[in-house]
């Protein structure tokens, strides 16, 4: 049953769906209403990619051992994937430089090396892995400028760049010193050959945030970055032939690099390598795509947004030619050790995979029914972009309540999927999973008029769906309901005063 305070919540706001439609965005209503849009139906039965699989930080997963990941490859086997990027610096125990994962110490795998078997868990299951890392920054690199402060980058005025980082806090490094050279060449080497050999290639993802403008950089970070990649991907090939190396056009395209003061160099494109490309930081190139053997669209779809966001992102990566659409589908669990998103109350408070709160610790995430209507948004689209979205919604029902499906308890799925990822960000909640977070953003005045109102009539819905799912012995109704009940639970006793305007 629904807490008390859940139900003074739905009494004080009886909502008709029409009500809700009036008060609410025009964006929430389509999320929440998906069935007004329609599409084209499906052209084709062949697969639209080659490279189908999702970007997972598998660093910033701390708490989950090697069964829990071994049941993640058996949610990503059943969702049709070929490929898994596995974000693995930092979150091995480097014995050359132990300084990369002094910060990630409770990382199971740090504890207990794993890796390799999980590895091999995901090769019986048809799935190739590769190793993410980023040349000169981000986790488990930028702990090296924690003894080597004087190889940090340099903004145009030489001062240090800002320290920066999630869940592990550094600087860059500046890749024209030869030092930053040697540490991060032995420091990928080590990774590859050394702990986990049958991995099948790497991602090396150039920094999104910040690059080196000290004299010796400035104009020409990228080539001074593509030196790295050039000898790493030299011995790669040299060792390993078939190895699949996933890199970024910055090292190629002359172009101006988004989100940076810099162009990228112009240095000849090897058609071995595999071509990566983002909304924010590394965007398509059509020119190099039709170059490339290869090539990968990669966005936050499954991770943050929803299954029309999805459809959208294959269609992107469809209709730009590209043999792959690997998007991220993120959740961490590490603890917060620095003020991250300018939220300084979550430091030292552990990050809640997803916003799903009534997870264990060290329970995997990805069976859970929200991300599940995720997961098989991405089956479904990135074989068939053009499915209709009726279509979907029907594969969906049958898939969580089987034959039996009702539209009316879709739509309800797909509702309570939006109260977990209306809002979600890389580092926090949604609002409605985390009443700290609307606490906070009050506080702050982050809240816009009228979204108090919006969260009152979602939770009345949320209410509905309780109720109608509470008595029913479908196992698909009875996680929904459970679901149901535990977002009202949130939001009992004073929670609910937040939500007064």
């Known amino acids: 049953m629904a807490s008390e305070g859940f139900k003074a919540v739905i009494k004080s706001h009886q909502l008709t769906r029409r009500t809700l439609l009036a008060s609410a965005s025009a964006t929430l209503a389509a999320r929440f209403f998906p069935s007004r849009l329609s599409f084209t139906a499906p052209a084709t039965n062949a697969p639209a990619f080659a490279h189908r699989g999702y970007y997972i930080t598998f660093m910033r997963m701390p708490t989950f051992g090697l069964e829990a990941w071994k049941s993640a490859i058996d949610c990503f086997a059943a969702d049709g994937i070929n490929l898994l990027i596995l974000w693995m610096a930092g979150g091995f125990a480097s014995k050359k430089f132990p300084i990369t994962w002094k910060y990630n110490q409770e990382h199971q795998n740090v504890r207990a090396d794993f890796a390799r078997e999980l590895i091999h868990y995901a090769h019986e299951k048809g799935i190739k892995v590769l190793l993410g890392l980023t040349p000169f920054g981000y986790d488990g ?3 090296i400028t924690l003894e080597r402060p004087d190889l940090r980058a340099k903004k145009k005025d030489e001062s240090p760049t800002d320290k920066f980082g999630i869940h592990c806090w550094g600087w860059n490094l500046c890749p024209s010193q030869a030092d930053s050279q040697r540490f991060m060449l032995e420091y990928a080497q080590e990774m590859f050959f050394d702990f986990y050999p049958r991995a099948d290639g790497v991602l090396i993802e150039s920094s999104d945030y910040a690059i080196c403008h000290c004299k010796d950089c400035e104009g020409h970070f990228y080539e001074r970055e593509f030196d790295f990649v050039e000898k790493f991907s030299a011995r790669i090939w040299k060792e390993r032939p078939e190895a699949m190396i996933v890199v970024y056009p910055h090292y190629f395209s002359g172009s101006k690099v988004p989100g940076m003061d810099a162009e990228a160099a112009r240095k000849k494109f090897d058609p071995r390598w595999t071509l990566f490309f983002t ?12 170059q490339a053997r290869a090539s990968i669209w990669s966005d936050d779809a499954p991770a943050l947004r929803d299954p029309l966001a999805i459809r959208q992102g294959a269609n992107r990566a469809r209709e730009a030619g ?14 917060a050790t620095e003020a991250e998103e300018g939220r300084s109350d979550l430091i030292g408070q552990r990050q809640v995979p997803f916003g799903f709160g009534w997870l ?28 209709a979205l009726d279509d979907f919604k029907k594969r969906l029902g049958r898939e969580v309540f089987g034959a039996e499906a009702e539209a009316i308890w879709v739509e309800d799925l797909l509702r309570l999927e939006r109260v977990f990822f209306d809002g979600r960000t890389w580092c926090q909640p949604s609002p409605l999973a985390s009443p700290k977070r609307v606490r906070f953003d ?14 009152r009539a979602m939770l009345q819905r949320v209410g509905e769906i309780a109720a109608r799912h509470a008595k029913a012995e479908n196992a698909g109704r009875r996680e929904i309901y459970a679901i149901a009940k535990w977002v009202g639970e949130q939001w009992s006793g004073a929670e609910i005063d937040l939500l007064k305007d």
Do not use: C
């Open 442 to 455: 009050k506080a702050a005045g982050r809240v816009k008029p009228g979204t108090l109102g919006e969260y």
């Open 141 to 143: 690199v930028n702990q």
């Open 322 to 335: 590209v043999s792959g659409y690997v998007p991220s589908l993120e959740a961490f669990s590490y603890v």
């Open 279 to 290: 909304p924010h930081s590394a965007h398509l190139d059509r020119g190099l795509i039709s």
């Open 360 to 387: 264990k610790d060290g329970q995997m995430p990805y069976d859970q029914l929200p991300i599940r209507v995720h997961r098989i948004g991405y089956r479904e689209f990135s074989h068939d972009p053009t499915l």
